[in-house]
Structures are given as structure tokens and as C-alpha cells.
């Protein structure tokens, strides 16, 4: 290794102050962010989970959603926690060395931002896909500015996805009950009522209904590659109200 790595190596490693890494999920059963709906599992390596004054814990699927919940819950966090881009598992968010900007994809934003626990680990992925280094105050920062190009972004593609949702809702007889394009048809809630936008007031929500069912709605032990789209179509029609 060259002589200005092993320094890097040395000066990020008396910055950082190394904690036991954590590996629960939480909150319990968690499967979806509360944000955005994202699958946490498939995107566990940016995950990131605030814990509350009351105790309670929630898992974000990336500092793009977890910014936006600072935001909503300011003075209600008692800690902020990151995975560990290497291990997988959870470390203080404000121990940990982030790389902004690198050339491996992000979640939820245009520009890439990932976690290290250990400063070595942190400087061998900056060497192969570039990007700066910088603390979490710095990357939230970073987060909070992408905030606009980002939601462009999200928008964009969500559209996209919504309109393959539609070709699921199809697929598995959605409209039978709900009625074509979810105006109703009397057996089921029409997704375009306002009644169902106060009721499904999340993406999570929606979600949970078609995974898990509830009353006479059945159970869609559907996988996440239709789930999302799915829930991206019948969003648009609720958020349209």
C-alpha cells in the first residue's frame, strides 16, 4: 500500500470511534420503509434506523427516507444508527465514515451515499469507485441538497413503475373488485375515493393490505417485484385525491 493510503488509513481510524456492531432490524417485523415502501431487506445495505425517545425503533431504507423522518420527528430521536456497507450490521450513524458520490448506485437519490464502520474498509471502496469522504452531519447535509434533483428523480421512475403496476393489478384481478382503473364497482373500496385516501395514508399501509390481507380482502403472498409497482399504481390514483 502507498505511503499517503496507510496515512489516510491512520487519520480515519483516530477519527472514528469504533462501537460493537449490532445486527437486529427494527422495529420488530419490520419489512417495508416508512416512507417510501421500499423493501429494507433488498436495500439492507443502506438501511438506516432511528430509535425514539419512547423507545420504539424504525428502519428506513436509506439516508434519503431517514433525512426526510428527521425532519418530520426533529426532537423525538434519541439515536441514529447506519449499516455497515462491509458487515451488514448496524453502528452509530454518528461513528461512522461515509462515502459520498462514489460510482456505486445509490437508494432513493442520484448520488451514492453509503456507510463504514472501519476506516480501512471506507478508503479500499474509495479507491475503486471514488467518491469523498465525510461524517454523518456532512452527509445529511449532502442528502437534504440532493433533496429536490432527488425527488425529480423518485418521480420519474415511480411513474414508470406505476404503470406496470397497472398491467399487475390485471394480472391478478385486482379490478374485479375494485372496479376498472380502481373507481369501484360495490364489492370493494374504489382506490380514487376519498374515503380510501384517509384510510391509506401511507405507502406501508397499502402495502400491508395486499401482502397480509384484511376483512374479505384475501391475502396476495405476491412477490416484491410486483408488490411495489402494485402499490406505486394504487398510490397515484390515492394520492390524486
Known sequence: MKKTSVLVVIILAVVLALSPARAQQGGEGQKWCPICGMNLKMFHKTNHRLTFKDGHKETYCS???VAIALRK???????????DYVTGKFVPADEAIYLVGSDIPGTMTTKSKIAFARAEDALAIQMKHGGKYCRFREALSEAYRDMAADKRMLVKKGSKM????????EKYGCFACHGDGGKGVGKAPAWVSPGFAKRMDSKVKIKKVIFEGRGKMKAFKIPERDLHPLMLYIWSLRAAK
Request: charged share 25%; net charge neutral.
Open 63 to 65: 439516508l434519503h427516507c
Open 73 to 83: 420527528y426533529a426532537g423525538n430521536i434519541e439515536e441514529v444508527e447506519v449499516v
Open 162 to 169: 406505476a404503470l406496470k403496476g397497472k398491467k399487475i393489478a
